[in-house]
């Protein structure tokens, strides 16, 4: 395969438009796992290409490889911006960017894209669609508290937001940070017989000893 590569990296450096030689580069480095090399080659390409679609489609590629296989938010969020300078209406590029600022925990840039005409429906929603597809339990936690911040905020729905909580609590149930958001909103709404559990989670999990001891 490095034999492959050298003699295809060499051809293109002698012919640097020829297609063939990058298109067997772009499978080699994919193989290979070469991603910084397969984007240096992509933004070479994109300095050769004039037209909207293909510059377009090279930076969604870019983007791609920068999030998906790099895990370099912050320069896919600069490569998707890129896409939108060339295609303002780009739903793909709009779309990945809303999956940045998730994975960043950029909450008000997100929901920037639905304050305008209050789709607060619509971005629960979209949260839920990222959480079922997201591994880390981190970030799905995260997500779902920012989803019952909207939920009380926003919508106005607490009861369902409580719901929710409860549910973070159960995929998460020793995350003494939610135990503690549980507490505040049963302590609010006279609900004794449920805070004994979560007061168990605090109890057990704290560090601190004066809050531990305040549990009993």
């Not at 209050?118 to 839920?128: A, P, S």
């Not at 149930?173 to 503690?180: F, H, L, S």
């Not at 505040?184 to 979560?198: C, F, W």
């Amino acid at each position: 395969f490095d034999e492959a590569v050298t003699f295809w990296e060499e051809l293109l450096e002698l012919e640097q438009t020829n297609d063939r030689a990058a298109q067997a580069l772009y499978g080699l480095y994919h193989d290979l796992g070469y991603w910084d090399r397969y984007v240096d080659l992509l933004e070479r390409r994109l300095d050769m290409t004039r037209t909207k679609r293909k510059r377009a489609e090279l930076l969604e590629r870019i983007g791609h490889i920068y999030f998906d296989r790099l895990h370099d938010f912050d320069e896919a969020r600069i490569a998707y911006g890129r896409v939108l300078e060339v295609n303002p209406n780009s739903v793909n590029a709009k779309r990945a960017l809303q999956r940045i600022y998730v994975a960043q925990q950029d909450w008000d840039e997100l929901k920037s894209h639905y304050t305008t005409h209050g789709q607060w429906d619509e971005y629960i929603e979209f949260l839920d669609q990222v959480h079922d597809g997201e591994d880390s339990s981190v970030l799905r936690t995260e997500i779902q508290l920012e989803a019952v911040r909207v939920l009380e905020e926003r919508i106005k729905d607490p009861s369902a937001a409580l719901q929710r909580l409860e549910l973070v609590m159960e995929a998460d149930p020793e995350n003494a940070d939610v135990a503690r958001m549980l507490d505040e909103r049963y302590v609010a709404t006279g609900n004794s017989a449920k805070r004994l559990p979560v007061l168990d989670v605090i109890s057990e999990m704290s560090d601190d000893l004066d809050e531990t001891m305040s549990t009993y």
